[in-house]
């Protein structure tokens, strides 16, 4: 504080690194807050809702859900580093037209190639019942 006389640069000189350290803290806190939000999501097993996979994804389960025999479908997407967990939940009725395990494979495929992901990117767990406490 070269420009305060000397009774006065003495007084302020003892607080100008304080207020500087508190200052840089300021500018610099919103770096490390945007990646303990991105850590915290990561490890409270939660995807950001807003990214094209799960617009996808909720698009899949609209279309789903007008299939015949189709009562109940539930997701749960889960974003661990750079893999993406994807879980879908069917629960079906009687009258649901993919009896074989053939059938429900290509509805697996089908929910696959809806999502526009490579195979290395995500884990894919399609889970169809007749049984709604099973989902």
Not at 52 to 57: E, K, Q, S
Not at 67 to 74: F, L, N, S
């Amino acid at each position: 504080m070269p420009f305060l006389p000397e009774p006065y640069h003495g007084m302020w000189a003892r607080y100008a690194d304080p207020v500087m350290v508190a200052v840089l803290a300021a500018l610099l806190l919103p770096m490390p807050i945007g990646v303990l939000r991105e850590s915290l999501r990561e490890v409270l097993l939660m995807a950001t809702p807003d990214e094209p996979l799960m617009r996808r994804l909720e698009a899949i389960t609209r279309d789903l859900r007008t299939e015949p025999g189709v009562q109940r479908v539930i997701h749960h997407a889960v974003k661990s580093g750079r893999i993406y967990f994807i879980e879908v939940d069917i629960v079906v009725g009687p009258g649901f037209p993919l009896q074989t395990l053939a059938g429900q494979d290509t509805l697996r495929v089908r929910i696959w190639n809806a999502l526009e992901i490579s195979s290395g990117d995500a884990w894919l767990s399609v889970c169809i019942t007749t049984d709604a406490r099973r989902v």
